[in-house]
T-cell receptor, first 114, second 113 residues
Framework: DTGVSQDPRHKITKRGQNVTFRCDPI?????LYWYRQTLGQGPEFLTY????????KSRLLSDRFSAERPKGSFSTLEIQRTEQGDSAMYLC???FGVGEQPQHFGDGTRLSIL | GDSVTQMEGPVTLSEEAFLTINCTYT??????LFWYVQYPGEGLQLLLK?????DKGSNKGFEATYRKETTSFHLEKGSVQVSDSAVYFC????????????FGQGTRLTINP
């Protein structure tokens, strides 16, 4: 059973650079979520896809953030012109959207901005 | 908006002690409630869930009961082990729309042998 896979596990970059993260959900899952977790806090919702459609975005998702899920399979989260405050763990989760199904999380991508 | 408040940590116990981690929530509807656990260096794993009032979720010796009257979902375990050391997150999910999770701030639990 392949779980949710995220790449890379760690990303270190300089302020102002662009970064892109990838998430591969569990294959039959049509729902995909991105969350952000800062040190000592619980994850906060960023955005949600049902298949390829991005149906909800949090106010946390500024214009510098963009997410895609082409063909309803893997998803990418891009941050442009990174800032110190973007340093966090970015978590991806997926679920099968029929009834009450739990979300399965990947191990996350830890972003550090120098 | 919806929110979850957890007992502040860190919590340190001796092996075989009784554990309670308090969780209360605020929601406009009737959310599903969850406990997730995060072991060091790993992602979040679902520990247990309850989808309606008076439901009891249980797994690996942990239990939590959905109390609508007190808007609570406290996590309990009768006898903790060193391997239970982790960060525990209480969360709710609204059944409408995205069914996104709203998490508490987490409680770090350390069990000493």
């Amino acid at each position: 059973d392949t779980g949710v896979s995220q790449d890379p596990r760690h990303k270190i970059t300089k302020r102002g650079q662009n970064v892109t993260f990838r998430c591969d959900p569990i294959s039959e899952h049509n729902r995909l979520y991105w969350y952000r977790q800062t040190l000592g806090q619980g994850p906060e919702f960023l955005t949600y896809f049902q298949n390829e459609a991005q149906l909800e975005k949090s106010r946390l998702l500024s214009d510098r953030f963009s997410a895609e899920r082409p063909k309803g399979s893997f998803s990418t989260l891009e941050i442009q012109r990174t800032e110190q405050g973007d340093s966090a763990m970015y978590l991806c989760a997926s679920s099968f959207g029929v009834g009450e199904q739990p979300q399965h999380f990947g191990d996350g991508t830890r972003l550090s901005i120098l | 908006g919806d929110s979850v408040t957890q007992m502040e940590g860190p919590v340190t116990l001796s092996e075989e002690a009784f554990l309670t981690i308090n969780c209360t929530y605020t929601a406009t509807g009737y959310p599903s409630l969850f406990w997730y656990v995060q072991y060091p260096g790993e992602g979040l794993q679902l520990l247990l869930k309850a989808t309606k009032a008076d439901d009891k979720g249980s797994n690996k010796g942990f239990e939590a009961t959905y109390r609508k009257e007190t808007t609570s979902f406290h996590l309990e375990k009768g006898s903790v082990q060193v391997s239970d050391s982790a960060v525990y997150f209480c969360a709710l999910s609204d059944l409408q729309g995205a069914q996104k999770l709203v998490f508490g701030q987490g409680t770090r639990l350390t069990i000493n042998p």
